[in-house]
């Protein structure tokens, strides 16, 4: 049984796929930048303003504790939203092509 063969030149110019292509790209970049604006907005804010680190939020719990673990869940957010987002989108889009080539 011989694998199918397929023309990948041919499906990079199809219109399905340079328009999945251009929406993953437009989606993945705009949250790739806002989470490496959130994630290096640590060390710039801990070195230029370190007193702010120190404001005690809750009992022991300062304001630098907290947005440490803030971005454990900005992480976690991400990820879950992509994840429903691919889903529901990307994977719909992915789907209309493969019928279309095949």
């Known amino acids: 049984m011989g694998a199918k063969e397929y023309n990948w030149s041919e499906i990079a110019k199809h219109p399905k796929y340079l328009e999945l292509k251009s929406k ?8 790739w930048i806002a989470a490496s604006v959130y994630y290096f907005s640590l060390p710039i804010i801990s070195g230029y303003f370190p007193t702010i680190f120190k404001v005690k939020l809750f009992g022991a ?3 630098g504790y907290l947005f440490i673990l803030s971005q ?3 992480a976690i957010f991400v990820a879950c939203y992509y994840t429903k987002v691919a889903n529901r989108d ?3 889009m992915t789907d209309e092509l493969v019928r279309e080539i095949q």
């Open 24 to 31: 993953k790209r437009k989606f993945l970049f705009g949250w």
């Open 61 to 63: 719990l300062n304001f």
């Open 72 to 74: 454990f869940v900005v």
């Open 90 to 92: 990307f994977d719909r």
